[in-house]
């Protein structure tokens, strides 16, 4: 974002606004955090501020300062489109397009009012008026703090900021294990610390709040859904909709799955697929320089980051298995390649 971009949203925002604040569909803790702390700090400038969300999230995630007063359009259709149809303003947060809010996405898209990208996934579109994009950032939530310093904000970044902020840099930062957690992501969470943030406090919010049924859907799952290709450093789960309904699944609840591969020996790209009513959703994840947002892109309809992805199939489960199975050879050489 230009100097010029700048000059031109603080002048945008030197007057109340009625502003919208979006996020891609089944949001994470980057996508909830950045958007309710964003919403903080416009607030305080006597904005009128909602975010809307194109459906609901984790429970795991409902601490949040701010939780209660989201919307979500999947429910509140009528409501979100008279927001939105009123607005000033629409910040577009961790997501790159419209596509990703599905139903939502066109709701925003025929909207005239001035649209603000700030996010960290690969390729954005051109709908936005402005952008901020990097994509070595770890998460939309750090591009937010850095966002409200370059408008000489960081003096109104209190504790509900500061907690809405650090959850989506360290959920989306592995903890901070990525490779995109860098010293400006340690600088940034420094200053979150001094605003009030208890890491030790929203780490356990956040992944030691889970249910006995979730934890038996994992046990589930390692034990008999995971799937290792030794020959392309390869790991693979599927999960069927009767499996999830036998585990009494709950959004979130298969949250980090994907993960839990990369911890094999050898292992350098690991596939989740997950039944749905109409489809199939992917999440891949890998170690080193293989690519996951490329083999979701060309394969998957998807994309997201180079070694964090999702996709979608709208094959059966055992059709998209075996055509996820069937494509490995051509990325054989590449999966064995050392780093």
């Known amino acids: 974002m230009s100097p010029a ?15 919208v604040i979006t996020t891609h569909r089944s949001p994470d803790a980057d996508a909830l955090g950045s958007s309710l702390g964003l919403c903080h700090f416009l607030k305080k400038f006597e904005h009128h501020v909602n975010v809307i969300t194109p459906n609901s999230y984790p429970e795991f995630l409902h601490w949040m300062p701010g939780h209660k007063e989201v919307i979500n ?3 509140q259709k009528k409501v979100a489109k008279a927001i939105v149809k009123n607005a000033d303003l629409i910040f577009c947060l961790d997501y790159n397009i419209l596509k990703r809010m599905e139903e939502f996405g066109e709701v925003v898209g025929k909207t005239t009012a001035l649209k603000i990208l ?31 310093e370059t408008l000489k ?3 109104y970044i209190d504790k509900d900021i500061a907690e809405c902020l650090y959850a989506g840099i360290m959920t989306d930062s592995g903890n901070f294990r990525f490779s995109t957690t860098t010293t400006e992501t340690h600088r940034v969470v420094s200053k979150l610390l ?3 943030v208890r890491p030790d406090k929203i780490y356990t919010l956040i992944f030691d709040d889970n249910t006995q049924e979730r934890m038996n859907l994992l046990g589930h799952t390692l034990l008999n859904k995971l799937k290792y290709f030794p020959e392309f450093h390869t790991s693979m ?8 309904k036998q585990f009494r699944y709950r959004q979130g609840d298969t949250e980090g799955f994907v993960n839990y591969p990369l911890s094999i020996k050898g292992v350098k790209f690991s596939a989740l697929m997950i039944e749905k009513k109409d489809l199939v959703k992917l999440s891949f994840r890998s170690k080193g320089n293989f690519s996951v947002n490329k083999f979701a892109r060309l394969h998957f309809s998807g994309g997201g980051h180079d070694n964090a992805a999702g996709g979608e199939s709208r094959i059966s489960l055992d059709e998209t298995v075996t055509k996820f199975i069937s494509l490995l050879p051509q990325y054989k050489e590449e999966l064995l390649k050392e780093k």
């Open 5 to 19: 971009d700048i000059s031109k949203i603080e002048e945008i925002l030197s007057s109340p606004k009625n502003i």
């Open 73 to 75: 359009y999947e429910t």
């Open 118 to 148: 700030i996010d960290h996934h690969q390729q954005p579109d051109s709908f936005p008026d402005f952008i901020l994009s990097d994509v070595t950032a770890s998460s939309t939530a750090q591009l937010i703090f850095n966002f409200i």
């Open 153 to 155: 904000g960081e003096k």
């Open 194 to 196: 001094e605003a009030g």
């Open 237 to 244: 789960i599927s999960l069927t909709r009767d499996e999830l």
